[in-house]
């Protein structure tokens, strides 16, 4: 890369999905007059709306408008190179790509996201996609989520389970229990089947106030809470999920179950080139300060999306309120000015309770409940309006403004009285 460092500032991007392309959109659209030299890094054809996978599975969605080219998506004036990050060298400004060839920079944006350990599960590698074991977490499942879903029957048993934390959207897993659930119910046939929510966590969700409304959606349908249950190995020609209790009175014990049909949530890492390298902490996330998205260590160096080390909720939605620190921030060092921590940990999650009814969950740092439209969708209320914001708002918003540079839309209300102490 050619630059001249006085007047042009080199920006380089890992990873070109909601993270990579909304900050170079965003910077792009903000530059104030700065010549920005804007490299995106990404092997990836095709960029996924990824939210959506959960209406595919429940057959609300159509799987062809879930992704664009990569190509169609890179901002006027930025460069995409199709390779993958394979090193970053933060002492001397330079990343090594897949095929040997190392970039200079003068700002780095590390956003590569999570990936899939589809090793993490014993047996999951063999069987997904077939034998009634399905995920909405990988585009190759998401529409075979749906046919698995289908194909249930009168006294069928289903299992939905979650992985250990981190992963991505923190409600997907139960999502999907409740529209299959819902599904079930349309046809009759809920209460003659056995559903299952098995999560190793302690309760259905990590911030309180939605976990309390959550428990009753659940109850409802008749879906088992099993708290505590994580997924140890799956044998899917047998038909056969073992689940380790991992905490409580029944801790240490091992259960092998039945199923018809399993949704699973794979367990999740950052890609392998983050692991060891001295951007990222011992289990190989990106260490930044989690309000001013500016590594702690490397100046120069941001993150933000999945990759992070930072506490918020991993979703497209945080995303959408660390890019404007992200771009104010590489702004703002560019002019000498001190760096500004205005990311409060902003995450959302909308909750599909039923086809046609969503819980809209948002919050920040430390699970204070924050609404963006509290009197039209009500945090606490199974809302349609929430539904349709869900099916066509946020896709609309997703592509047509968060992914061109106009992040900022919407504020969440920070001063919501959700009536708790
Ligand atoms: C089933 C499901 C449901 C979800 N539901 C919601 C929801 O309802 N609401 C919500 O807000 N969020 C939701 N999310 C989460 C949301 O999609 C992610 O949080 C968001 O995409 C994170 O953005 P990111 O840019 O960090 O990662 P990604 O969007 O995953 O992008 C990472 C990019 O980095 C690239 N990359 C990987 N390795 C390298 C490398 N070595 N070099 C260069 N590039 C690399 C990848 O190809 C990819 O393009 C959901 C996700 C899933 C899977």
Known sequence: MVANKQDSHRILIIGGGSAGIT?????????????????IIDPAKRHYYQPAFTIVGGGCYKF????????????????????????????NNQVTLSNGDKLDYD????????ILDWDGIPGLKETIGKNGVCTNYSPDYTEYTWECIQSLTSGSKAFFTQAPLPFKCPGAPQKIAYLAADHLKSKGILE???LHFATPGPGMFGVPYFAKLLGPVADKYGIQKDFHH???????????????????????????????????????KTPDF?????????????????????????????????ACDTPNSKTAAAVRKQS???????????????????????????????????????????GKVTPTLPFLVPPNKQSWIGWMTKIIGLPMLYWYFMLKGYEKFL??????DSGEE
């Open 23 to 39: 900050v170079a959109a965003s910077l792009r659209r903000h530059s104030d007059g700065k010549k920005l030299d804007i490299t």
């Open 274 to 306: 983050l692991h060891g390298s001295p951007v990222c902490n011992d289990a190989g996330y990106v260490e930044v300060h989690k309000n001013s998205m500016q590594h702690v260590k490397y100046p120069n160096i941001f993150g933000l999306g999945d």
């Open 64 to 91: 062809d408008n879930t992704y664009r080219s990569m190509n169609s998506l890179i901002p006027k004036g930025a460069k995409l190179i199709s390779e993958g990050a394979s090193a970053i060298d933060p002492e």
């Open 411 to 416: 504020e969440p209300d920070l001063d919501w």
């Open 192 to 194: 003659s089947c056995e």
């Open 230 to 268: 994580k997924l140890i190995k799956i044998d899917g020609e047998a038909k056969k999920a073992t689940f380790e209790v991992i905490d409580g009175d029944a801790k240490g014990e091992v259960k092998e179950l039945d199923f018809d049909m399993i949704h699973v949530t794979p367990h999740q």
């Open 107 to 114: 700002y780095l944006v590390v956003c590569p996201g999570l």
């Open 324 to 366: 404007p620190t992200v771009v104010q921030n590489i702004k703002n060092l560019i002019d000498g000015k001190p760096i500004e921590e205005t990311y409060l940990g902003y995450g959302s999650c909308p909750l599909t309770t039923a086809k046609g009814k969503v819980i809209m969950a948002e919050f920040i740092y430390g």
